[in-house]
């Protein structure tokens, strides 16, 4: 079971970034995915959780309206697409997943390289 986010990267604030979690070993669709973000001398947090039947459950309210989640079954995928950036949004993005197919609120057992999202001017 592998996992691994990419597509991170330096943007300005107000801009937009689409991060992708690809999986190897297992099919993304049968299982929820969360989405989760450290930060600088900051805990981790969560950020964006999709079930396996699409329900999508936000961790964090400080991105509702500005990010969403989304599943391509046929790439074995999930993607967060971030818009309306802010540099507190700045942090390593991990995607994880307890291989069961809803969301909830316990650390996740399977986790996937993170990948740096810097917010900055």
């Known amino acids: 079971v592998q996992l691994q986010a990419s597509g991170g990267g330096l943007v300005q604030p107000g801009g937009s970034l689409r991060l992708s979690c690809a999986a190897s070993?297992?099919?993304?669709?049968?299982?929820?995915i969360g989405w989760y973000r450290q930060a600088p001398g900051k805990a981790r947090e969560g950020v964006l959780c999709?079930?396996?039947?699409?329900?999508?459950?936000y961790f964090a309210r400080s991105v509702a309206g500005r990010f969403t989640i989304a599943r391509d079954n046929a790439k074995n995928t999930v993607s967060l697409q971030m818009n309306s950036l802010k540099p507190e949004d700045t942090a390593v993005y991990y995607c994880?997943?307890?291989?069961?197919?809803?969301?909830?609120?316990?650390?996740?057992?399977?986790w996937g390289r993170g990948t740096k999202v810097t917010v900055s001017s």
């Open positions: 070993g297992f099919p993304l669709e049968d299982y929820a």
């Open positions: 994880a997943t307890d291989r069961v197919s809803t969301c909830g609120p316990g650390v996740p057992y399977y």
């Open positions: 999709i079930s396996s039947t699409g329900d999508t459950t």
